[in-house]
Antibody, heavy 119, light 109 residues
Framework: QVQLVQSGAEVKKPGASVKVSCKAS????????MHWVRQAPGQGLEWMAT????????DYVQKLQGRVTVTRDTSTSTVYMDLSSLRSEDTAVYYC????????????WGQGTLVTVSA | EIVLTQSPGTLSLSPGERATLSCRPS???????LAWYQQKPGQAPRLLIY???SRATGIPDRFSGSGSGTDFTLTISRLEPEDFADYYC??????????FGQGTKVEIK
């Protein structure tokens, strides 16, 4: 069965960086795009980034350009999301989600990783 | 940028009642690119509907999606206790490629 397992919660100081991992299993890793979506406390969902695990091509939301980097390791079927210059407003639960490859929806989601940015 | 406006913000209903949730894009969109998700507290979102009207795998048939252009609807025909949750619509477009509505909370009356 398809599973996306994310790394554990992180606490970071403002200005630091965080790297969240998402390990995929149960399907051919290179056949489906992977996305990152975040949710600030009590707020809605915000799409951040996507990566094509096959070729490594990425796309990012404009507001995070220059601060977010998504990479992948095909040998371990893992996708990484690196967010730098952290601010308090980056405090959120970060989800990885698989693109279904069908109608641009996201059919499987990781369990989420809470990133807290606090001095 | 296409903005998705969901209404109402909160829907207070009793189990067994019908829930009708609205998602209105700021511009005409293809129904191919409209999806709905359910999210319960402390959990990741779950895909309910893709392509505006197709149920995802394992989704009960009390959930249905409809609409086109600038007016889309998620209907839950008879609310079960486990259906009380937050619901989000999502669109695939150009810039940014993916956007979500602000969500509708379905709560127990």
């Amino acid at each position: 069965q398809v599973q996306l397992v994310q790394s554990g919660a992180e606490v970071k100081k403002p200005g630091a960086s965080v790297k969240v991992s998402c390990k995929a299993s149960g399907y051919t890793f290179t056949s489906y795009y992977m996305h990152w979506v975040r949710q600030a406390p009590g707020q809605g969902l915000e799409w951040m980034a996507t990566i094509n695990p096959s070729g490594g091509g990425t796309d990012y939301v404009q507001k995070l350009q220059g601060r977010v980097t998504v990479t992948r390791d095909t040998s371990t079927s893992t996708v990484y999301m690196d967010l730098s210059s952290l601010r308090s407003e980056d405090t959120a639960v970060y989800y990885c989600a698989r693109g279904s490859g069908r109608y641009y929806d996201f059919d499987y989601w990781g369990q989420g990783t809470l990133v807290t940015v606090s001095a | 940028e296409i903005v998705l406006t969901q209404s109402p913000g909160t829907l207070s209903l009793s189990p067994g009642e019908r829930a009708t949730l609205s998602c209105r894009p700021s511009q005409n969109i293809s129904s191919t690119y409209l999806a709905w998700y359910q999210q319960k507290p402390g959990q990741a979102p779950r895909l309910l509907i893709y392509g505006a009207s197709s149920r995802a795998t394992g989704i009960p048939d009390r959930f249905s999606g409809s609409g086109s252009g600038t007016d889309f609807t998620l209907t839950i025909s008879r609310l079960e206790p486990e259906d009380f949750a937050d619901y989000y619509c999502q669109h695939y477009g150009s810039s940014p490629p993916w956007t979500f509505g602000q969500g509708t909370k379905v709560e127990i009356k």
